[in-house]
C-alpha cells in the first residue's frame, strides 16, 4: 500500500543570504524592546549585537528567505517587512488597512 501523503525533507533549507559576510549570524527578534537584532558569533562567543530594526511594532520572528532579503513580522500593527540593503533601492511598506 503506497502512501498519499506528500514526503517532507527533514534537511534544513539552504538561502544566500544579501550579506556573504552574514553568513552563520543569527537574527534575535526582540519583542519587549520592539526591535531586531543581528549576533556575530565568533568561535563560542557571541559579539554585541547589531539593531537592525527598531520600533516598527513587536517583532515575532525574522528569517532570511531564499531570495537573501531578510523578513521580520512583527505584531501591533501586524506587519511582514522586507528589509532591504541601503545600496539597493528602497521598497514601500505596506500596512494593512
Do not use: C, F
Not at 537584532?37 to 568561535?43: I, M, T
Not at 512583527?74 to 533601492?89: F, I, K, S
Amino acid at each position: 500500500m503506497k502512501s498519499t501523503q506528500e514526503s517532507r525533507s527533514t534537511e534544513p533549507r539552504r538561502s544566500r543570504h544579501l550579506r556573504p559576510g552574514w553568513t552563520g549570524n543569527l537574527l534575535v527578534a526582540v519583542l519587549v524592546r520592539q526591535m531586531l537584532n543581528r549576533s556575530v558569533l565568533d568561535g563560542e562567543r557571541v559579539m554585541p549585537d547589531e539593531v537592525l530594526l527598531k520600533g516598527i511594532g513587536r517583532v515575532r520572528a525574522a528569517t532570511v528567505a531564499p531570495d537573501g532579503y531578510i523578513y521580520p513580522l512583527t505584531e501591533a500593527p501586524g506587519m511582514l517587512v522586507r528589509l532591504v540593503p541601503v545600496d539597493q533601492p528602497r521598497l514601500s511598506i505596506r500596512r494593512p488597512r
